[in-house]
């Protein structure tokens, strides 16, 4: 039996659907209007014309950072005659620092780490793979991102994602999101009911056909790394004439000391050895065979 009539069934469901399309509509609304406002706390972007430095080339050109940030600080150093190289092994290189003043940060931790270890020792391949000093990452990202050469991940170019704006942004999201959530579900039951009681049905479908449309629709992807201009400012610095010394440490940059460097360069590093022959197999022992027609069984 229809407790309430199909008629006004129909209308309140209809009515029912269109509030969640309304919903949805607004909440869609409200998200791009927050992220447009969250844009446009970004500041200016590096003019196009600008140059990278040498740090800021190997950390886009890598994507990893500052992966080859102290192989340039050391192949500079060196070859302006501030440290002498003393002694290398596989693994390892030994300095001698004749002028311990850095002229950046960069060269700071890696004249620390020198005076520190014993004899002046460092490693091969230094890289800050996967612990590199907090402040040093944090002011490089922070530069190419405020800049413009560089986005996080589910932020707008030029805004770090923990800058004031970004916590304030989340924020209002999660806010808004629960109100609409709120509402959807309420306006979902409501549409049971009134299904329930009407057996008007076609509502009660077409408000769950809107639900599910905006559960399965497509989100833009994210686009997070380099942007448009730092990928161009890259580009540039890799075509850019310069003489064999800046040369050198562009090579460096961009692929490291090992395959950076030409032969025979002293901060080569020094080849793995060959590994070790695997030591002789001993012979199997001789087969031993067991005849088992014994003629002390009376010939059975």
Not at 71 to 78: S, Y
Request: some cysteine.
């Amino acid at each position: 039996m229809d407790l309430i009539g199909s008629g006004p069934g129909l209308a309140a469901g209809s009515v029912a659907a269109v509030l969640s399309f309304a919903v949805l509509f607004s909440w869609r609304r409200a998200v791009r209007r927050a992220w447009q406002a969250l844009a446009a706390t970004a500041g200016p972007p590096r003019p196009a014309t600008a140059e990278l430095d040498l740090y800021e080339l190997a950390y886009l050109y890598s994507g990893m950072g500052l992966h080859r940030a102290p192989a340039v600080a050391l192949v500079r150093m060196h070859t302006e005659g501030r440290i002498s190289l003393t002694r290398k092994q596989f693994g390892a290189f030994w300095f001698r620092v004749s002028d311990p003043v850095p002229r950046d940060e960069v060269e700071g931790v890696l004249l620390a780490e020198i005076a520190r270890t014993r004899k002046g020792r460092l490693p091969d391949r230094p890289g800050w793979d996967r612990n590199p000093p907090a402040h040093l990452a944090r002011s490089f990202r922070e530069r190419l991102v405020t800049e413009g050469l560089l986005t996080e991940r589910t932020m707008p170019a030029g805004v770090l994602a923990d800058s004031p704006a970004a916590v304030v942004w989340r924020a209002g999201r999660r806010r808004v999101r629960l109100r609409c959530v709120t509402v959807l579900v309420a306006l979902l039951l409501t549409g049971v009911a009134v299904a329930v009681l009407s057996r008007a049905w076609l509502p009660l479908a077409a408000q769950v056909a809107v639900l599910l449309a905006a559960a399965v629709r497509r989100r833009p992807p994210e686009h997070y790394g380099r942007t448009d201009l730092g990928r161009a400012l890259v580009a540039a610095a890799q075509a850019r004439p310069l003489p064999a010394d800046a040369e050198l440490l562009r090579r460096v940059a961009t692929q490291g000391l090992e395959h950076g460097l030409p032969a025979g360069h002293p901060l080569k590093p020094v080849p793995p050895p060959p590994p070790s022959p695997a030591p002789p197999r001993e012979p199997d022992p001789p087969r031993q065979e067991f005849n088992l027609d014994s003629t002390g069984l009376g010939g059975l």
